[in-house]
Every structure is written in structure tokens, then in C-alpha cells.
């Protein structure tokens, strides 16, 4: 029996920061691998790092470079099948992109479910993976794709078909001094700064024995899944969006740092059928 593995993603990049790892382990275990890319990335960085609104940044230029980028790493980890949704990049929160025609975060969710429900009835993913509610970071098109995901799977309930298992990719507390650390290191002053303040509000925020707006505490992450032997891989399929500044700062770490660093995916596991005890070690567990 061949397994099926999905994932839906905001953006071109996102496949290969968040569940690059376990593609590649999945197509060298011979299972299928299924990318649903929700936007088409035109709120991403022009030539020179130019950002939308600013001289020199050309949307629909942006679109073509991150389209090339996306087919180039899909090649590298070996992906069977890349569907692209093609709705607009919504940029940053609060961005007034977010209500530009076309852009993901204002597409009725009932039109954007219903079109990635065919594509799971197309496929038949065994598992499937997203992000947490809060889009891991708040980017309205991560959350957007978060809320397409699921309310696609509410549309499969009572049909003869499910996914055996559904998971959300989101970081641990315990990785986010390390992208601290990566941002202090080859930030720039505003993002530096940016960091600074996040790390005083969320160690004030433990303080009061409150969540952090990113990630999960270390005691909720079901799934922690070893891919540094796909580390390379990895790191060469997140080259192919050297466009972007920041693929472009994780790639300044070099391959082995950056295997030393992301070189373990985590996920929550939020439905399951197979009954596989966590913490899991991979996303197959109890399906093999």
C-alpha cells in the first residue's frame, strides 16, 4: 500500500522551511507527497529585497520568480504532485494588501475549502499537515490556510473517506531562542530590535503563566520527526528561494548549522484513527 502525504502551505518557500524534512523522508520511504500551495507569493521581496509598495517592486515579476522557485525545490525534494491554488499573497497582517481583490485572507472560506476538499478527494491523503490556528506567526495566509484545511476536512466527514491522521506544524518554546539567536545574528537593526522586544513580552508573558503569540510549549508537541539526513536536501531546496531575504538568512547559517538547527520538524497531532501513541517520532506512525 502506497501512503500519502499533504501538506498545504501559505506561500512558495513555506514547503521547504516547515515540512521540507519530511517530504523528502517520505519520498525516500517511497510514499507519495502531495504540496497544496495556496498563494502565489507576490507580496514576497523584489529584486534587491524591494517590499511591496516600495520603487522597483513589480508584483506580477515577483509571481514568476517565486513560481520557478517553487517548481525548482518541489524537483529537489522529489515531490510527486504540486497544486497551486493561485490566490493572491495577502502580505503582513494589518497590510493593505490583505484587502486587495484576489487576496487569500478575503476569499470566502467556503469557496477555498470547497476547492481544496476536491483536491483531498483527488489524492486521499493518509496524513495531512498545516499550521496551528495562529498560522505559527500570525500571517494572515497562514491562518487562512489553517482555516481552509480544516473546514475542507469537515466537508469530508460522512463521506467513505477520511485521513487517518491531521497534524499542525508549529514550533516548540524551546526553538525560539535559536531563531533569536539566527535573527541576532544576521538580522537586520530593525529586525534585531523587532526580536528584542518579542523576547522581553514572552518572558514576561511565561512569567504570568501566559502562551507566547508563536508556537506550542514543548509539552504540547505530539510529533518530533529527525530529518537531518535529509539536512542537505533541505537546505538545497530552500536555496531555490534565494529571492527571499529570509530563506536568504537561514541559508547564511551554511549546511550543517542549519541541519544542526532544523533538523527536527515538530507537529501537534490534532486527529488521528490509528491510535499510535505520542510522542511519535513520525508523521506515519501507526499507518505503516
Not at 161 to 186: I, N
Amino acid at each position: 500500500m502506497t501512503l500519502t502525504l499533504m501538506a498545504v502551505h501559505a506561500h512558495p518557500d513555506d514547503e521547504a522551511t516547515g515540512t521540507g524534512g519530511v517530504f523528502a523522508k517520505a519520498v525516500a520511504e517511497g510514499f507519495r507527497t502531495v504540496l497544496v500551495t495556496c498563494t502565489d507569493g507576490r507580496c514576497g521581496d523584489g529584486p534587491g529585497g524591494v517590499k511591496p509598495g516600495q520603487a522597483g517592486h513589480d508584483p506580477e515579476a515577483v509571481v514568476a520568480v517565486r513560481m520557478g522557485e517553487l517548481d525548482r525545490s518541489a524537483k529537489i525534494l522529489g515531490l510527486d504532485a504540486v497544486e497551486r491554488l493561485g490566490y493572491h499573497d495577502s502580505g503582513m497582517m494589518g497590510w493593505p494588501t490583505n484587502e486587495a481583490p484576489g487576496a487569500f485572507w478575503g476569499v470566502p472560506l467556503s469557496e477555498s475549502s470547497a476547492r481544496l476538499a476536491d483536491l483531498m478527494r483527488q489524492y486521499r491523503p493518509d496524513v495531512v499537515v498545516t499550521y496551528d490556528p495562529n498560522g505559527v506567526y500570525g500571517h494572515p495566509d497562514h491562518i487562512q490556510a489553517h482555516r481552509i484545511t480544516m473546514a475542507a476536512l469537515d466537508l469530508l466527514e460522512g463521506e467513505d473517506w477520511q485521513p487517518a491522521k491531521v497534524y499542525w506544524s508549529s514550533p516548540p518554546y524551546s526553538q525560539m531562542k535559536a531563531w533569536g539567536d539566527l535573527t541576532r545574528e544576521f538580522g537586520t537593526e530593525e529586525e534585531k530590535a523587532e526580536v528584542a522586544k518579542y523576547e522581553a513580552e514572552a518572558d514576561a508573558k511565561l512569567a504570568r503563566g501566559e502562551r507566547l503569540p508563536m508556537g506550542l510549549p514543548d509539552e504540547e508537541i505530539t510529533t518530533w520527526v529527525d530529518v537531518k539526513p535529509w539536512g542537505a536536501q533541505k537546505f538545497e531546496a530552500l536555496s531555490a528561494h534565494s529571492s527571499q531575504s529570509d530563506s536568504a538568512m537561514m541559508l547564511g547559517l551554511g549546511v550543517e548549522r542549519f541541519t544542526g538547527m532544523m533538523g527536527v520538524e515538530t507537529f501537534q497531532r490534532v486527529r488521528d484513527t490509528t491510535g499510535a501513541p505520542t510522542p511519535e517520532a513520525d508523521l506515519f506512525d501507526g499507518l505503516r
